[in-house]
């Protein structure tokens, strides 16, 4: 058994016996506090975090049953084990109702004992770690980057630095890692915080669409604007916007926002006049977006106007040891949204998130987690429906001849395709882009 920084209180009348447990827990490696006598137990308790407490049922003053009791109005959380000879087990299986841990009878073999202890302990340890988790959580006000990974805390220093100056910023990452939150997040630690955030995703709207979203229109433009409209630009004048998959915009497109970031000024649509605005552009793709330039499939001279300060966000999957203080996160919120009295995650349930690759990343996290909330009947997070790992095809298995990049990218999006059958939600997935950007590469390569 490994050896524990946990404090365990023996209560046992019989010296020769308590002596014994006393013993056999040193042993493997757990040390513990003995006492006979159960009023002098209750002044431990009150004095000490103790997580564990041994006591026999049978003993003058304050009996089991009554130290149980104190043990729990001292210490709600506390573990504890009762041992009862075979003529009192009716009264030991009360003592469980009002919230023993186990009970073991008289005489018993020492593993018997180091069994239940075992358990007992691994239960201790999971408590500490719902506290220490809860605890941190605390920290975390309104939208946090949740984590303290090397890789994220090097982000966080990276967002105060680059915060409370107006350059433009490009964060890259897979689909579902956070980038819209780490913009806002700029935004909130800038001296634009007061004035407007409005979030645009690019790869949601047609390029039409987008350019009045943004740019807006005058009166006549074309069929329907009957009235002028101002876009986004004029709207979030003194604040920000943030452009979402900014990789999967046309080049008609991406000509017309580098004008606004090179002089500040634009064209309604159907307009002639110029208008300035002061608005601080912050963009994200979920490609990387020299290899896109690179590819031709981006221009150039945008991509180095965007690209003053980069953040890379990583996959979750390279930050694991985020996903104890993400899980918790999502589960307090839940909990508090659905009004369930859930506070803890079984080992059983974080073995699983942790050995899951996560290809949606934290916001696949969050609706997983939202799920297992919802079904939970009890105050622990039992179960959890974590999707059955499903094999990423590798380009040496698509071909074996050297290829373009671009008809090497056919085949892996036709071979993606071909492994889901078809599923364009789930091959967008796979591959880290936007359904509009999977539908565009399809027709691209005449795969539709």
């Not at 009002?98 to 018993?108: Q, S």
């Not at 915060?163 to 700029?186: C, H, M, N, S, Y």
Request: net charge neutral; glycine share 6%.
């Amino acid at each position: 058994m490994k050896k524990e920084n946990l404090q365990i209180l023996i209560i046992e009348d019989d010296v020769a016996m308590g002596q014994l447990i006393v013993e056999l827990l040193k042993e493997e490696g757990l040390f513990s506090i003995f006492t006979e006598d159960g009023r002098e137990a209750i002044r431990v308790l009150k004095t000490q975090n103790i997580d564990i407490v041994i006591t026999d049922l049978k003993m003058p003053y304050i009996d089991g049953i009554g130290v149980l009791e104190r043990a729990k109005e001292i210490h709600p959380e506390i573990i504890v084990i009762l041992i009862t000879g075979y003529g009192t087990i009716e009264s030991a299986i009360e003592a469980m109702k009002k919230g023993a841990f186990d009970y073991i009878t008289k005489p018993f073999e020492p593993e018997n004992l180091l069994m239940v202890i075992k358990r007992a302990v691994e239960h201790a340890k999971l408590i500490k770690e719902n506290k220490r988790l809860l605890e941190e959580i605390e920290f975390y006000k309104y939208e946090e980057l949740i984590g303290n990974s090397k890789a994220i805390s090097e982000i966080k220093a990276l967002i105060e630095k680059v915060a409370p100056f107006d350059t433009t910023v490009l964060i890259q990452g897979e689909t579902g890692t956070g980038k819209e939150l780490v913009a806002r997040l700029i935004h909130r630690a800038s001296k634009r915080r007061d004035e407007k955030f409005l979030p645009i995703n690019c790869g949601a709207l047609s390029e039409s669409l987008l350019e009045t979203e943004l740019f807006g229109y005058e009166k006549g433009a074309f069929t329907g604007a009957d009235r002028q409209k101002k876009g986004l630009f004029e709207s979030a004048n003194k604040g920000t916007i943030f452009l979402d998959e900014i990789n999967s915009t046309s080049f008609n497109f991406q000509i017309k926002l580098l004008r606004v970031l090179q002089d500040g000024t634009f064209l309604r649509v159907g307009g002639t006049e110029p208008i300035s605005c002061d608005v601080r552009i912050i963009a994200a793709s979920n490609t990387p977006l020299e290899k896109e330039a690179e590819a031709g499939r981006f221009r150039k001279d945008l991509f180095y106007r965007l690209n003053v300060v980069t953040i890379n966000l990583p996959p979750l999957r390279e930050r694991k040891e985020d996903i104890p203080l993400l899980a918790y996160h999502f589960l307090h919120k839940y909990a508090k949204k659905y009004g369930k009295e859930i506070n803890s995650i079984s080992n059983a349930v974080m073995k699983k998130l942790m050995e899951y690759s996560w290809p949606g990343n934290i916001r696949e996290l969050e609706n997983t987690i939202e799920r297992a909330v919802i079904m939970e009947t009890g105050p622990v997070l039992k179960n959890i429906n974590v999707p059955k790992e499903s094999k990423r095809p590798n380009e040496e298995e698509i071909c074996t001849d050297l290829l373009s990049l671009e008809e090497l990218e056919k085949r892996y999006i036709a071979r993606v395709l071909q492994l889901f059958q078809g599923n364009r939600k789930k091959v967008a997935e796979i591959l880290g882009i936007s359904t509009t950007t999977l539908w565009r590469k399809l027709k691209q390569f005449n795969l539709v």
